[in-house]
């Protein structure tokens, strides 16, 4: 899967319930819209680097720059898909953006 992914850090994984409720929301409606493709689809992964409190970062496939570029996240390499953890979009996401990877 060749594209740019993008990146949001939502802070404390405490809080970061609110911003993920709006990521879902938004997503919902550019996911429709698009038709549901299954390379569209929104990744987080909680970092803690040893401390107390982890930190919740959302990974938007290429397919998503648009809803990305829209809630200010910005671009990164592709994350390993090891730390991640579907939030929205279908599963078959898995095989489309990581097709090296049996999950």
Not at 1 to 25: K, V, Y
Not at 45 to 57: A, D, I, M, P, W
Request: proline share 8%.
């Amino acid at each position: 899967m060749t594209g740019t992914w993008f990146t949001l850090d939502l802070g404390d994984g405490l809080t970061a319930s609110e911003p993920l409720d709006r990521i879902e929301d938004l997503f919902r409606v550019e996911y429709r819209r698009a038709g549901r493709p299954t390379d569209m689809a929104v990744f987080i992964s909680h970092q803690s680097e040893g401390r107390l409190h982890c930190e919740v970062f959302a990974y938007f496939s290429p397919a998503s720059a648009a809803l990305a570029k829209g809630l200010g996240a910005v671009p990164c390499g592709r994350p390993s898909p090891d730390v991640l953890r579907l939030f929205a979009g279908a599963g078959d996401a898995w095989p489309a953006l990581f097709p090296e990877h049996r999950r």
